[in-house]
């Protein structure tokens, strides 16, 4: 499985943008798509996850009710759209594919993407 993330940038705080994660390999045993994010100097951090199988979703308390995640299984591409961004979102996110949906930690994640940056200032 290979993914690839994209839609990372630079944006004042208050503002909004939209990632993307496609997907392509052996896909079928994939149930779950997660994002996380790494700021400078930090770990890893659980962002949110999304069932591919029933479209539930998961987030960290940090970003419920300011960010989305959404997929279209026909693209096989998740999104994760970001509204109200405030400096402390600035981090690497990166998506990640496995077989269960709800785990928090990285180790729940077989595959990974290569990151895109975001960065949130003004």
């Known amino acids: 499985v290979q993914l690839q993330a994209s839609g990372g940038g630079l944006v004042q705080p208050g503002g909004s943008l939209r990632l993307s994660c496609a997907a392509s390999?052996?896909?079928?045993?994939?149930?779950?798509m997660g994002w996380f994010r790494q700021a400078p100097g930090k770990e890893r951090e659980y962002v949110g996850v999304?069932?591919?199988?029933?479209?539930?979703?998961c987030y960290a308390d940090s970003v419920k009710g300011r960010f989305t995640i959404s997929g279209d299984n026909a693209k096989n591409t998740v999104y994760l759209q970001m509204n109200s961004l405030k400096p402390e979102d600035t981090a690497v996110y990166y998506c990640?594919?496995?077989?269960?949906?709800?785990?928090?930690?990285?180790?729940?994640?077989?595959?990974w993407g290569q990151g895109t940056q975001v960065t949130v200032s003004s």
């Open positions: 999304i069932s591919k199988n029933d479209d539930r979703t």
């Open positions: 390999g052996s896909i079928f045993s994939i149930n779950a």
């Open positions: 990640a594919a496995g077989s269960y949906y709800g785990l928090r930690g990285t180790d729940g994640y077989d595959y």
